[in-house]
């Protein structure tokens, strides 16, 4: 079957789903004849028209709620009308016209999820629930407003461009971060940047998946057990595997070992970026399975649901106690603020953290705050023991926060190639990293492989709406690509730029956080991938440790 013939069974497909009744599972495979084509083509010509026109519904006989259509939720707004004349309700009435509106409705400059009077933003600011928020955070002994900002190294701007030849510079950055990729990662190569197929980038960092010996062990079981919500199928390989991780460098005893720990020292686990809180909640019941006295520390910003403090409060309902993460002796507290902003010295002088063995953790961290957790670690790196970031989201990094600016630029800078690095090439690598989840057409798919099945179609095509402008001087990911003829495709050059920016932060926590044990030679850092790529994209982790 051709491509053309794929989309339009495809679309049959969709329609037919749309009038049967029937829950079908899997229709055959069809071979499309020209009668086929000639009854779909007018289906397919009127649902184009009626997306494009994006017609509004009428209003349903005796509405008496907000007019207001919404298009994601495909329904008419529920909430009441604002007294009077008026159609819509408070969060709709800048739909009105001017005239019979003459107040018009903007976002709330604290709060953007909701809208207010222009004239009345004065006045609700200081009232806004989440100004009240915010100066609750800033009323916290730990809260330090930008402490953990700036990043680390050189900010200055030695790029050197101009408007004339943007696209051959950015070729010229390409080829070099694919060159220094290989260079760091695995070692000296002869083989030409062009020349560098995707499975080449892959490879070139050692993969390092320990989740089927935890699987094994029963921690599967151990969430059912529990009720722990993991997030899915897909995420209880990362949890299982970072928990090896940490298993692999001593912080835990391996799995199968019933001896008691030689260390009576309590150990506290900071979870930066915790959100619901599952890689601490799970890290601290195989800490406390193996006699450690555990705390655990989640820090985040923002609120959610299903939180690992509803396990842990309500463990009585648990239908099997003989699990492989005892979560009874675990204790816990949750620190809502800002990674930029929290002091952790602070956190932790309180006479129950003083003899504690620090290991701080983190899973698909995103972006600058992965920057901001490290920076934190600085003014505590006497007492960190261990590290485990899993890094993610790289397109939403700062120059300005970044803590690898010094070390990266070491290995990008190349003046005999008049190849300089600053906060212009690290935009335009941040710019390509949405590259690393993209498949720009059929020839990319042959030269990176199967796209992985957890990416949707607007990461996929992330690549392709990037800016970067059109022309010869054009610096979108997939042009330069097609104009240096790279055989690692999109997705290469958009991981290599990830990995490369991990880099940076791998050689901070080496020459920074954990400075005194590198002197004694005994500290590690490395860069794995902790589960395949079919798992997650983002399969990257940094670890880190010292014999303190």
């Known amino acids: 079957m051709g491509k053309e013939e794929f989309r339009l069974y495809h679309f049959f497909c969709v329609e037919f789903h749309a009038v049967c009744p029937v829950p079908v599972l899997r229709l055959p495979m069809l071979h499309l004849t020209k009668a086929h084509k000639a009854r779909i083509e007018p289906m397919k010509t009127d649902e184009a028209s009626r997306v494009e026109e994006k017609i509004v519904p009428e209003v349903p006989v005796n509405w008496d709620r907000c007019h207001a259509y919404m298009e994601q939720k495909r329904r008419f707004c529920r909430q009441r009308r604002q007294n009077g004349s008026s159609q819509y309700c408070g969060n709709h009435q800048h739909l009105e016209d001017n005239n019979a509106c003459p107040r018009k409705r903007v976002p709330c400059p604290v709060d953007p999820s909701h809208m207010v009077f222009e004239d009345q933003v004065a006045k609700h600011v200081p009232i806004c629930p989440a100004t009240k928020k915010r100066k609750r955070q800033e009323g916290a002994e730990y809260f330090k407003e930008n402490i953990n900002t700036g990043g680390h190294g050189d900010i200055c701007d030695n790029s050197s461009t101009s408007d004339k030849e943007h696209g051959k510079w950015a070729e010229r950055i390409a080829l070099r971060v694919l060159e220094i990729h290989q260079q760091v990662f695995a070692g000296e190569t002869k083989i030409k940047p062009e020349k560098l197929t995707f499975k080449d980038i892959h490879d070139a960092i050692e993969m390092r998946d320990f989740s089927q010996g935890e699987i094994d062990s029963g921690i599967v079981e151990s969430f059912q057990s529990h009720r722990i919500k993991s997030g899915g199928s897909r995420h209880i390989p990362q949890l299982a595997s970072l928990l090896g991780h940490l298993r692999s460098i001593g912080v835990l005893p391996c799995a199968d070992t019933e001896d008691r720990p030689n260390s009576e020292q309590p150990l506290l686990l900071l979870e930066m970026g915790a959100g619901r809180g599952m890689l601490g909640l799970t890290v601290a019941g195989a800490a406390a399975t193996s006699s450690y006295s555990t705390h655990l520390m989640m820090i985040e910003r923002a609120g959610t649901r299903g ?92 120059w300005s926060d970044y803590v690898g600016r010094d070390y990266l630029r070491m290995k990008m800078e190349d003046h005999a190639r008049n190849i300089s690095f600053g906060p212009k090439e690290f935009d335009l690598m941040r710019m390509w990293c949405a590259g690393s989840v993209a498949c720009a057409d059929s020839r990319d798919q042959h030269n990176l492989g199967t796209k992985p099945s957890n990416v949707d179609e607007e990461e996929a095509q992330a690549g392709h709406s990037m800016p970067g402008g059109e022309g010869p001087n054009s610096t979108n990911i997939s042009k330069i690509v097609s104009a240096l003829h790279l055989a690692c495709g999109v997705q290469g050059l958009g991981r290599a730029c990830q990995r490369l920016f991990d880099y940076g932060r791998q050689e901070y926590l080496r020459n920074v956080v954990f400075a005194r044990a590198k002197h004694r030679g005994s500290t590690m850092v490395k860069l794995y991938h902790y589960v395949p790529l079919e798992t997650t994209p983002q399969n990257a982790v940094l670890i880190a440790y010292g014999n303190r």
């Open 307 to 398: 939180k690992a403090e509803k396990v842990l409060r309500n463990l009585g309902t648990a239908k099997d106690q003989q699990t492989s993460l005892q979560l009874e002796n675990v204790q816990w507290s949750r620190i809502k603020c800002d990674l930029s902003h929290v002091c952790l010295p602070v956190l932790l002088e309180t006479d129950e953290f003083k003899s504690t063995r620090v290991v701080v953790i983190a899973k698909h961290l995103c972006g600058v705050g992965t920057d901001f957790a490290l920076k934190a670690l600085e003014p505590i790196k006497h007492r960190v023991a261990a590290c485990v970031f899993a890094t993610c989201c790289h397109g939403v990094c700062s």
